[in-house]
């Protein structure tokens, strides 16, 4: 494997402040948070495929914002049919039974449905997949033509090493010092397999932050703040390299 499966540092979330700008719409009948740029452009679409806070989680609906803001149609789409595991998640919750109703055979047709609808129905010419924990693996698989055309993912999990070989796009990675789902025999791993098929990638590692910094670290810490964003900063650099024409 190339990370391993969510675990208990999947399931601690530090909520955001801000209100989010952007509006729940259907995506080829999937809900969705989509946010768009100040051009109302579509071209450039980038997909959220989210931790398991979903769709509604307000620190990814701001994260969204942010990447309208830098000139990309952005789409969040409900992998879960309205299931997440809760932000304040209740003494005892079973994250592995949760796990079984959230396999690829459930989460992987809604995110086929997306992309098709982005293609077809709203313009979209180049399709940027941004996943966070949960959500890297999904953008690891649909990285291959007329799907997902560029991806970043940031602290991912349960992605194989045989779906990180068969990536045909960029990808870039943005990985934490302290990550028991990514550590280091992970990270190198992949990185060693990203060099054996000759892919165009990136590996950012962030010291003093842990698993999920990028969408629900504590910004009240300096160090975690700076690393959030440069995640951030990171990601859309590598869309406006590789995913805008």
Same mark, same amino acid.
């Given at each position: 494997?190339?990370?391993?499966?969510? %675990?208990?540092?999947? !399931?601690?979330? #530090?909520?955001?402040? @801000?209100?989010?700008? +952007?509006?729940?719409?259907? &995506?080829?009948?999937?809900?969705?948070?989509?946010?768009?740029?100040?051009?109302?452009?579509?071209?450039?679409?980038?997909?959220?495929?989210?931790?398991?806070?979903?769709?509604?989680?307000?620190?990814?609906?701001?994260?969204?914002?942010?990447?309208?803001?830098?000139?990309?149609?952005?789409?969040?789409?409900?992998?879960?049919?309205?299931?997440?595991?809760?932000?304040?998640?209740?003494?005892?919750?079973?994250?592995?039974?949760?796990?079984?109703?959230?396999?690829?055979?459930?989460?992987?047709?809604?995110?086929?449905?997306?992309?098709?609808?982005?293609? %077809?129905?709203?313009? !979209?010419?180049? #399709?940027?997949?941004? @996943?966070?924990?949960? +959500?890297?693996?999904?953008? &690891?698989?649909?990285?291959?033509?007329?799907?997902?055309?560029?991806?970043?993912?940031?602290?991912?999990?349960?992605?194989?090493?045989?779906?990180?070989?068969?990536?045909?796009?960029?990808?870039?990675?943005?990985?934490?010092?302290?990550?028991?789902?990514?550590?280091?025999?992970?990270?190198?791993?992949?990185?060693?397999?990203?060099?054996?098929?000759?892919?165009?990638?990136?590996?950012?590692?962030?010291?003093?932050?842990?698993?999920?910094?990028?969408?629900?670290?504590?910004?009240?810490?300096?160090?975690?703040?700076?690393?959030?964003?440069?995640?951030?900063?990171?990601?859309?650099?590598?869309?406006?390299?590789?995913?805008?024409?």
């Amino acid at each position: 494997m190339a990370s391993n499966p969510p %675990a208990k540092c999947c !399931t601690v979330a #530090v909520k955001h402040e @801000g209100k989010p700008t +952007g509006s729940i719409e259907k &995506v080829g009948g999937i809900e969705s948070y989509v946010a768009y740029p100040a051009d109302k452009s579509t071209e450039n679409a980038v997909l959220i495929l989210t931790d398991i806070f979903g769709h509604e989680f307000n620190n990814s609906q701001l994260i969204a914002d942010e990447y309208a803001a830098n000139g990309y149609y952005t789409v969040v789409p409900d992998l879960f049919n309205k299931n997440p595991v809760p932000a304040q998640m209740p003494e005892g919750f079973d994250l592995m039974a949760w796990l079984q109703n959230h396999l690829v055979q459930h989460v992987e047709p809604i995110v086929q449905s997306v992309v098709k609808a982005l293609r %077809a129905d709203k313009g !979209t010419k180049r #399709v940027g997949g941004v @996943g966070y924990c949960f +959500g890297a693996k999904y953008v &690891v698989r649909a990285l291959q033509p007329g799907n997902i055309d560029v991806g970043f993912v940031a602290h991912p999990s349960f992605v194989d090493a045989d779906e990180l070989k068969a990536i045909q796009g960029p990808l870039s990675i943005a990985a934490a010092e302290t990550d028991d789902i990514f550590p280091a025999p992970k990270r190198r791993e992949s990185e060693d397999i990203l060099v054996g098929i000759k892919a165009t990638y990136q590996l950012n590692l962030f010291s003093g932050v842990e698993h999920g910094f990028a969408v629900r670290g504590d910004v009240s810490k300096k160090h975690v703040k700076f690393a959030k964003e440069q995640a951030f900063y990171q990601a859309v650099a590598w869309f406006d390299e590789y995913l805008k024409a």
